[in-house]
């Protein structure tokens, strides 16, 4: 059984700093690609950054680029997104995915994401 689980999410300070983690299994997970995506309420999901396990090249959202670091470890089979700088925007619920192909092709889309996790809340406070 495919299962992505999210951890990490807390409250912060605007400016502050925080690594969420997404623990993968029950698949290759060399294989694939992994994405942060994250969404507030009443708006769609959006992606923030993904890597790719094959060969470990990542994107990034324009809105976090600089700011945010999304790396993997295929021993652990782990996915992680390091943030810095964070700004009030940032907060929303976080989610890790599972994309359907390794291939650039609807990376920014969620429906090309089989499967997902079940979120962890980051707030940012002011």
């Known amino acids: 059984e495919v299962q992505l689980v999210e951890s990490g999410g807390d409250l912060v300070q605007v400016g502050g700093s925080l690594t969420l983690s997404c623990a993968a299994s029950?698949?290759?997970?060399?294989?694939?690609?992994i994405g942060w995506f994250r969404q507030v309420p009443g708006k769609e999901r959006e992606l923030v950054s993904c890597?790719?396990?094959?060969?470990?090249?990542?994107i990034y959202a324009d809105s976090v680029k600089g700011r945010f670091t999304i790396s993997s470890d295929n021993a652990k089979n782990a996915v992680y997104l390091q943030m810095v700088s964070l700004k009030p925007e940032d907060k929303a619920v976080y989610y890790c995915?599972?994309?359907?192909?390794?291939?650039?092709?609807?990376?920014?889309?969620?429906?090309?994401?089989?499967?997902w996790g079940q979120g962890t809340k980051v707030t940012v406070s002011s």
């Open positions: 890597i790719a396990n094959t060969d470990g090249s990542k």
């Open positions: 029950g698949f290759t997970f060399d294989d694939y690609a």
């Open positions: 995915a599972r994309k359907r192909f390794i291939s650039t092709i609807g990376v920014w889309s969620p429906p090309e994401y089989d499967y």
